[in-house]
């Protein structure tokens, strides 16, 4: 004779009762997989977005050096005021090309075009990833 807990119908219920705590546990693993990518994704959003606003305070920092300053930047050491406590030195070239020769009713005259300015700033000074290209600013540009 059999009792109530020899039945196959006892025995079908607790095989199932297992089933659902396997589907529940890789349920479980799968969100986790799922929210990992998320917070890592999320991550990398902000971490780009830090950078991208960095490069963009810098970019205007020297414009506003190159403005303000003009020719008179040749020859000086420019250092940056960037929020955080940042203060990267720009490195400034000046380039001074050659005179034109202009002639006007017989009267010649040498003409020197101002100096092409560049301001540039590599990455590494701006606290970011050391294999992007330096930030460039020059006023031919």
Excluded: F, K
Excluded at 8 to 23: K, N, S, V
Aim: with cysteine; glycine share 10%; hydrophobic share 40%.
């Amino acid at each position: 004779m059999r009792t109530c807990s020899e039945s196959p119908r006892h025995d079908r219920a607790h095989r199932q009762r297992g089933d659902i705590l396997l589907e529940s546990l890789i349920a479980v693993l799968i969100a986790a997989i799922v929210g990992g990518g998320m917070a890592w994704l999320a991550s990398r959003i902000l971490d780009n977005q830090r950078e991208a606003r960095l490069s963009h305070l810098a970019v205007e920092a020297l414009r506003n050096a190159l403005l303000d300053q003009g020719v008179g930047v040749c020859g000086t050491a420019v250092t940056l005021a960037l929020p955080g406590g940042l203060s990267p030195p720009a490195e400034v070239t000046c380039d001074d090309d050659d005179a034109i020769a202009l002639t006007l009713a017989g009267h010649s005259h040498a003409i020197a075009p101002p100096p092409r300015i560049t301001l540039e700033i590599g990455p590494a000074d701006l606290g970011l990833d050391d294999t992007g290209p330096p930030l460039t600013l020059g006023s031919q540009q």
